[in-house]
């Protein structure tokens, strides 16, 4: 069965700097997105995006943080000047090219911020 | 109040029992639902996905919706101790955005 993928599993990185995680959706989704689970919280939507252009962002979502499909398979959440409070799992998700299909998880990248 | 409500257990189950996981929401613009099970360190795995109030059922898994009470639940029957895992309940109004509850953590028992 197809799925998402993500890399890397795990990111170690210094506060201040920047991370660029990666994910392959699944080959004929169209629509992507990002979340993130803080250690013992929920899972939080992010970003959608959609025909190369964002759909809809959260409040989590500002200036630090930048999506882009740089090519016809990758997903990229880019964190600028990374901070603590960044540490989390981030999934991307895609689904299907009809609105309103399930979304299809990956299995995350660990980001650590120390 | 928060928009998907859980009780997070944990839920300690014998195995071949039926398990009823439950979520409430406030948010009337909600109009599909999907149950995901999540094993430790892993993605977010989708089990069921439903858009209209009544009940669902895909092999041991029955999702049920009654979007007047907003209330969903996932019935697990004959649960096994692969089964063990945390369970996230989470609704879609618009715009392909989730809204995911906390999760309830459920363990079977040999």
């Known amino acids: 069965e197809p799925e998402v993928t993500q890399t890397p599993s795990h990111q170690v990185t210094q506060m201040g700097q920047e991370v660029i995680l990666r994910c392959v959706p699944i080959?004929?989704?169209?629509?992507f997105y990002w979340y993130r689970q803080i250690l013992g919280q929920k899972v939080e939507f992010l970003v959608s995006?959609?025909?190369?252009?964002?759909?809809?962002k959260s409040e989590i979502f500002d200036d630090q943080f930048s999506v882009e499909r740089p090519d016809g398979s990758n997903f990229t959440l880019k964190i600028r000047s990374t901070k603590l409070e960044d540490s989390a799992m981030y999934f991307c998700?895609?689904?299907?090219?009809?609105?309103?299909?399930?979304?299809?998880f990956g299995d995350g990248t660990r980001l650590s911020i120390l | 109040q928060k928009e998907v409500e859980q009780d997070p257990g944990p839920l300690s189950v014998p195995e071949g029992a039926i398990v009823s996981l439950n979520c409430t929401y406030s948010?009337?613009?909600?109009?599909?639902f999907m149950w995901y099970r999540q094993y430790s360190r892993k993605g977010p795995e989708l089990l069921m996905y439903?858009?209209?109030?009544g009940n669902k059922e895909d092999g041991r898994f029955t999702a049920q919706v009654d979007k007047s009470s907003k209330y969903i639940s996932l019935f697990i029957r004959d649960s096994q101790p692969s089964d063990s895992a945390t369970y996230l309940c989470?609704?879609?109004?618009?715009?392909?955005?989730?809204?995911f509850g906390t999760g309830t953590q459920l363990k079977v028992e040999l």
């Open positions: 998700a895609s689904s299907d090219r009809t609105e309103n299909q399930p979304q299809h």
């Open positions: 080959s004929n989704h169209l629509y």
């Open positions: 995006f959609y025909n190369n252009e964002i759909s809809e």
């Open positions: 948010n009337s613009a909600f109009q599909y």
């Open positions: 439903t858009y209209s109030s």
């Open positions: 989470a609704g879609e109004g618009g715009g392909n955005k989730l809204t």
